[in-house]
């Protein structure tokens, strides 16, 4: 009996894992920023906003390989150097060759060494920091939409949270009222480490929800998250490697509309 569920489980990730490399190409995502005109042709200036350099390869990449696919304009700022382990620079430097792979220009990529803003699970970054210095990048970008962490931030460290609880602070300002955030939706860890298998939650999840306010991309080129997260060599060790092929963040990111909050 033990064997026939595993069996079907690893059927089900196989079929999932074909689904998603040909059964959804072009289908995923297609309303996202289209504006209530139906405007998708519109290309955007986009602010994907992460605490660590490798944050972008391994959870965020359905959705950069989708703005970069649509032709959007998108710009990464990195908070940190993530100087944990004091290999900052190398970890730099990293985040670049990371960007190359991803198409992101490296002119549209921006780390931040703030003394006050250093990577470490027992780091508190401050909100109105985080505010400030997002807020003056998005501004010198002319940033039309920010993306990043939701209140969880995927893994639980305080620093994506922080990162994310920074955005929500900037949003509070009249000035951005009218620029549109999302967040990454954290899922549970049965969800997070099921893979391919995950699409069918992530697409019932944006289906359920009213029109537009989530939306589900889904990688076709997972490989392309296996080289992102290479280029990474400090951290590209092997559960790292077992991370990136089990993770359903390799595959699909569904990214939820960031409420404002008074
Ligand atoms: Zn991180």
């Avoid at 991803?102 to 505010?131: C, E, M, Y």
């Avoid at 359920?208 to 889904?218: A, R, Y």
């Avoid at 991370?243 to 509309?257: A, D, G, I, K, T």
């Amino acid at each position: 009996m033990v064997w026939l569920g595993i069996c079907m489980l690893i059927i089900l990730w196989v079929v999932s894992f074909f689904v998603v490399l040909y059964g959804l190409s072009g289908r995923n995502g297609t309303l996202f920023l289209s504006s209530g005109a139906g405007d998708i042709t519109k290309k955007m200036n986009i602010l994907l906003v992460i605490a660590h350099p490798d944050d972008e390869s391994m959870f965020f990449i359905p959705t950069i390989i989708k703005l970069t696919s649509a032709g959007h304009n998108l710009h990464i700022l990195c908070i940190s150097t993530g100087d944990a382990d004091g290999k900052g620079s190398v970890r730099s430097e990293e985040l670049y060759c990371a960007c190359t792979v991803l198409k992101v220009p490296i002119q549209n990529v921006k780390i931040i060494n703030h003394a006050s803003l250093q990577d470490g699970f027992n780091r508190t970054w401050r909100h109105t920091l985080l505010a400030t210095i997002i807020g003056e990048e998005a501004k010198s970008w002319d940033v039309d939409v920010l993306i990043t962490f939701d209140n969880y931030g995927v893994s639980g460290h305080p620093n994506h949270c922080a990162v994310h609880r920074g955005i929500r602070l900037l949003l509070r300002d009249s000035m951005w009222a009218n620029t549109l955030a999302w967040e990454l939706v954290s899922t549970n860890i049965v969800r997070k480490y099921c893979g391919p298998v995950d699409i069918w939650c992530s697409m019932l999840h944006s289906l359920l929800h009213q029109k537009g306010q989530v939306h589900c991309f889904v990688n076709a080129h997972p490989t392309v998250s296996f080289n992102a997260m290479a280029q990474h060599k400090s951290q590209w060790v092997w559960f790292r490697k077992l991370f990136v092929l089990l993770s359903s963040y390799s595959y699909v990111n569904s990214l939820r509309e960031l409420r404002r909050t008074p």
